[in-house]
């Protein structure tokens, strides 16, 4: 099983300011690796695929990089919406075996 | 606009068994594959199973393998997870998603709470 690792577990940043969130796989997953949002109460919400690629609806401060086993979400500028548990997830695997990250929490400092 | 209903969770006793549901709108269910996806009360994401469009490909997280099974109704618009020999550990919110062409799970439900408690 690839096991994913998200740092740090808790991000305090300010409104306006930029947040990198990280995500480590312990083997190569390549550049399959997808990045969701979720707020309390609510579902994920798919952001980046493809390590780097936007999906749809998604603004332009949430970016996304990495490949191989090393990945970041940066996003620029903080509005009070963004403030929510980040995860990210490999889908690597054939046949299917996905695997989530335990979770980066973004809080406002 | 795509719609994902989950139903059917609920208390169920050590051993027992749960079928959700989940209805499907919005777009043309028999074009996606579907996954359903849990999250135990405050923790993380965990991938339980995962059908292809017509419903002849099918996996299993080894957490559920040989307890769940999975299937889908294309004429109704709907998965399901049929969940026998339930465990403590199996309580969660349980999720259904699409998966996307690049297997990702581009649109979620809102979830039903699964208990397994005596």
């Known amino acids: 099983e690839i096991v994913m690792t998200q740092s740090p577990a808790t991000l305090s940043v300010s409104p306006g300011e930029r947040a990198t969130l990280s995500c480590r796989a312990s083997?190569?997953?390549?550049?399959?690796l997808a990045w969701y949002q979720q707020k309390p109460g609510q579902a994920p919400r798919l952001l980046i695929y493809?390590?780097?690629t936007r999906a749809t609806g998604i603004p332009a401060r949430f970016s996304g990089s990495g490949s191989g086993t090393e990945f970041t979400l940066t996003i620029s500028s903080l509005q009070s919406e963004d403030f929510a548990v980040y995860y990210c997830?490999?889908?690597?695997?054939?046949?299917?075996?996905?695997?989530f990250g335990q979770g980066t929490k973004l809080e406002i400092k | 606009q795509v719609q994902l209903v989950e139903s059917g969770g609920g208390l169920v006793k050590p051993g027992g068994s749960l079928r959700l549901s989940c209805a499907a709108s919005?777009?043309?269910?028999?074009?996606?594959?579907m996954s359903w996806i849990r999250q135990a009360p405050g923790k993380g994401l965990e991938w339980v199973s995962y059908?292809?469009?017509?419903?002849?490909?099918?996996y299993y997280a080894d957490s559920v393998k040989g307890r769940f099974t999975i299937s889908r109704d294309n004429a109704k618009n709907s998965l399901y997870l049929q969940m026998n020999s339930l465990r403590a550990e199996d309580t969660a919110v349980y999720y259904c998603?699409?998966?996307?062409?690049?297997?990702?799970?581009?649109?979620w439900g809102q979830g039903t709470l699964v208990t397994v408690s005596s």
């Open positions: 998603a699409r998966v996307d062409i690049v297997a990702t799970f581009d649109y």
């Open positions: 919005g777009f043309t269910f028999s074009d996606y594959y």
């Open positions: 059908i292809s469009s017509s419903g002849s490909t099918i």
């Open positions: 083997q190569s997953v390549s550049s399959n």
């Open positions: 493809g390590a780097s």
């Open positions: 997830q490999q889908y690597n695997n054939w046949p299917p075996a996905y695997t």
